[in-house]
């Protein structure tokens, strides 16, 4: 390659990135906004998010564009080739992220303000704390191209599911306690399945990285909390 074309090589590279990026910064907003407005019973914020969705949907097409110029052009290898399957990987993974965080903002409209149940709340609340942390970490780790950071966030995710099995349970206690907590209950044990399920794509993305990095992928199961009961009925 000529000196030009080795820096407009790497500027495309560097405009992939900057992509995910802004894809990760949405993603983690569109999270934030749809547990606050799952806490706060908040409908307009809640519509905002269904409505901001489409935003992140449309980065990811770019990101898959921009990919596959890039392939076609560039007949990239080794290395370079990794960063542009894993952007790819990401996008795809972020994209869902905030199909989640559409879904909870769908069932916060849903429920519109009915029963609600202020501790178990605070439980979902903790849950997608959590959840946040990992995401926001294993972009950081994703950023700095930092391998042992993204091995962290996948060794904590049984910590989510461990959360999201003990919320289960509790919410199965208040609606054979009392009818009139069904409803509010079924949205919520969705709303915190898909919390949790955003823990997962933050390991698929920990795993990508150290992909990325190293090269390898890992030959081990990742690490999960015994959730089987609470992910069969939550129809996971």
Same mark, same amino acid.
């Given at each position: 390659m000529t000196n030009h074309t080795v820096v407009a090589y790497d500027q495309e590279l560097k405009e992939l990135a900057g992509r995910i990026a802004e894809m990760g910064g949405l993603a983690e907003g569109l999270v934030? $906004?749809?547990?606050?407005?799952?806490?706060?019973?908040d409908t307009t914020l809640a519509q905002k998010v269904v409505a901001t969705d489409a935003r992140l949907d449309r980065l990811q097409h770019i990101v898959e564009e921009q990919a596959?110029?890039?392939?076609?052009? @560039?007949? /990239? &290898?080794?290395?370079?080739?990794? #960063?542009?399957?894993?952007?790819?990987?990401?996008? +795809? $993974?972020?994209?869902?992220?905030? $199909?989640?965080?559409?879904?909870?903002?769908?069932?916060?409209?849903? &429920?519109?303000?009915?029963?609600?149940?202020?501790?178990?709340?605070?439980?979902?609340? #903790?849950?997608?704390?959590?959840?946040?942390?990992?995401?926001?970490?294993v972009l950081d780790a994703y950023a700095a191209q930092d391998s042992d950071a993204?091995?962290?966030? @996948?060794?904590?995710?049984?910590?989510?599911?461990?959360?999201?099995?003990?919320?289960?349970?509790?919410?199965?206690?208040? &609606? &054979?306690?009392? /009818?009139r907590n069904l409803t509010f209950c079924i949205h919520l044990l969705f709303c915190a399945k898909?919390?949790?399920?955003? +823990?997962?794509?933050?390991?698929?993305?920990?795993?990508?990285? #150290?992909?990325?990095?190293?090269?390898?992928?890992?030959? $081990?199961e990742r690490p999960k909390a015994d959730a089987s009961i609470a992910s069969t009925i939550a129809g996971s």
């Open positions: 934030t $906004d749809a547990v606050t407005a799952l806490v706060r019973g596959i110029l890039i392939i076609a052009r @560039r007949q /990239p &290898m080794a290395l370079d080739l990794r #960063h542009i399957f894993v952007a790819m990987r990401l996008a +795809g $993974d972020l994209e869902r992220v905030g $199909d989640l965080a559409k879904s909870i903002a769908k069932r916060v409209i849903a &429920m519109n303000g009915g029963v609600r149940l202020k501790s178990v709340l605070i439980g979902v609340e #903790h849950l997608a704390e959590i959840a946040l942390e990992q995401l926001k970490a993204a091995i962290v966030v @996948r060794d904590r995710d049984e910590q989510i599911d461990a959360l999201y099995t003990s919320l289960f349970r509790e919410l199965l206690t208040y &609606m &054979m306690e009392d /009818p898909n919390i949790e399920r955003i +823990g997962d794509h933050a390991t698929n993305i920990a795993e990508s990285v #150290h992909y990325v990095v190293t090269g390898r992928s890992y030959e $081990d």
